[in-house]
């Protein structure tokens, strides 16, 4: 499985940025897509998740900001990121997950970055 991801950048307190993350290879029925971040110096934590049939998760930070959504026919996650704060400054990862097996596959990580 290969994940690629776009749609980081840099963009001002407040603003918005979407972030695109499309699967390909193996993929398997059940799985689901996600985005985690690692800002520097800390550790790297999930952000969104969304399961195949639809159940979604999100970091208490990030609730009523972000949503994220996804295309199963193209295999395609999507984290649209609205009020962006500064703490929202890290590279953002996508994930696949085997919801079968357990094993993760990562995208290359992408910046995000929020300015005053």
């Known amino acids: 499985v290969q994940l690629q991801a776009s749609g980081g950048g840099l963009v001002q307190a407040g603003g918005s940025l979407r972030l695109s993350c499309t699967a390909s290879g193996s993929i398997f029925r059940f799985n689901a897509m996600g985005w985690y971040r690692q800002a520097t110096g800390k550790q790297r934590e999930l952000v969104a998740r969304?399961?195949?049939?639809?159940?979604?998760n999100y970091a208490d930070s990030v609730k009523g900001r972000f949503t994220i959504s996804r295309d199963s026919a193209k295999n395609t996650v999507y984290l649209q990121m609205n009020s962006l704060k500064l703490e929202d400054t890290a590279v953002y990862y996508c994930?696949?997950?085997?919801?079968?097996?357990?094993?993760?596959?990562w995208g290359q990580g992408t910046q995000v970055t929020v300015s005053s």
């Open positions: 969304i399961t195949t049939g639809g159940s979604t």
């Open positions: 994930n696949v997950e085997n919801t079968n097996s357990g094993r993760n596959y």
